[in-house]
């Protein structure tokens, strides 16, 4: 009988998108199908916390998959107001393109924006918590082996915290999550918290300490590239809405190709014990397989769309296993002095 393949050490940092997460939940799903990685951190934001969250539980009971099922269905089932917002937004994204382009559509959304939560939601009420507590063990989360790190925004201070595998529960996934238009602040020992998605998303630099693989696989939910100017006040606004959530990866991943060149240079030490060392990095990318869809649809969790980015999701982790797997542990299958150098 043939010896089982070595499992091939890596992290993952799992960007926020709202329900443009299931996408991710697919190329999860297919990759711990696969079993070929051995996942040893993970860092996310929002939707990509959640999904990091889910999957550490699920692996600490020997079921990542099943954790990730449990963890959208109850997004699904959510009821009521929904978890990654008002569900009238959603409403709003059923109505044809040409009303919803009409200036007095558009005057009406702006003043339904002008609403602050502490008015429309005084009593604070945020569904995600209840889903969160029923689809992950927070307990096993915090004494997991696999480093979990997710990002919160904070609002006095104007920078990220990175909250890591021991501080991990439900509060602090709903302030990595938290639109403040939509729900107000997470208090986490007084501090008012946003979402991380704002300062970094998601945060790539805790997975270079010496403790971490140095092969890293970034999986996103906002497209980098359009191939047109958007020009209607719709297109405006969703591309403002992803240059907006990808600047900050953009910086991060600019500042870890100057490092890689630094290195290689001998201008900075890497290598071994210290700050600095060689990221390997890999990426499943929203572009091509979420292009189509708008900003609106980060607030559908109707349970069709949700299985249709599942599939999506699995399918673009098929066209990475079959191209890229081999590079990992050899070499980034992402040139970074290309595209972010």
């Not at 937004?89 to 558009?106: G, H, L, Q, S, V």
């Not at 704002?198 to 497209?223: E, K, R, S």
């Amino acid at each position: 009988m043939p010896a089982a393949p070595t499992r091939r050490p890596i992290c993952l940092a799992l960007q926020g998108g709202g329900a443009h997460g299931a996408f991710q939940w697919g190329v999860l799903d297919r990759l711990l199908e696969d079993d070929r990685l051995d996942i040893r951190a993970v860092s996310g934001v929002s939707a990509g916390a959640m999904n990091g969250a889910a999957l550490v539980s699920g692996l600490a009971s020997g079921d990542g998959r099943a954790a990730l099922d449990k963890l959208w269905r109850e997004v699904n089932q959510s009821g009521g107001r929904n978890v990654f917002g008002d569900s009238a937004i959603w409403n709003a994204a059923r109505t044809p393109d040409w009303i919803k382009d009409n200036p007095f559509w558009r005057a009406g959304e702006t003043l339904a924006m002008s609403m602050s939560p502490y008015e429309f939601n005084p009593l604070n009420h945020n569904p995600l918590k209840r889903v969160l507590q029923a689809s992950v063990d927070f307990g096993a989360v915090q004494a997991s082996d696999i480093r979990l790190f997710v990002a919160a925004t904070a609002v006095r201070q104007a920078k990220a915290r990175i909250f890591q595998t021991n501080e991990i529960n439900a509060d602090v996934l709903m302030a990595s999550a938290c639109l403040p238009h939509l729900f107000q602040a997470v208090e986490i020992d007084g501090e008012p918290y946003w979402d991380g998605g704002y300062l970094t998303n998601p945060p790539l630099w805790p997975l270079t300490g010496d403790d971490t693989p140095d092969d890293v696989l970034l999986i996103t939910l906002n497209p980098m590239m359009r191939d047109e100017t958007p020009k209607t006040a719709g297109d405006i606004v969703d591309r403002l809405n992803e240059i907006v959530f990808n600047a900050p990866l953009v910086a991060e991943l600019r500042a870890i190709a100057l490092a890689g060149e630094l290195i290689e240079h001998g201008q900075l030490k890497g290598g071994g014990a210290g700050p600095y060392r060689h990221v390997r990095l890999h990426a499943i990318e929203a572009d091509g397989w979420l292009s189509d869809l708008s900003l609106r649809s980060k607030f559908n969790t109707e349970w069709s769309f949700i299985n249709d980015l599942k599939a999506r999701g699995r399918a673009a982790a098929d066209d990475w296993l079959n191209a890229c797997l081999n590079s990992v542990g050899r070499q980034s299958s992402v040139d970074l002095q290309a595209r972010f150098g």
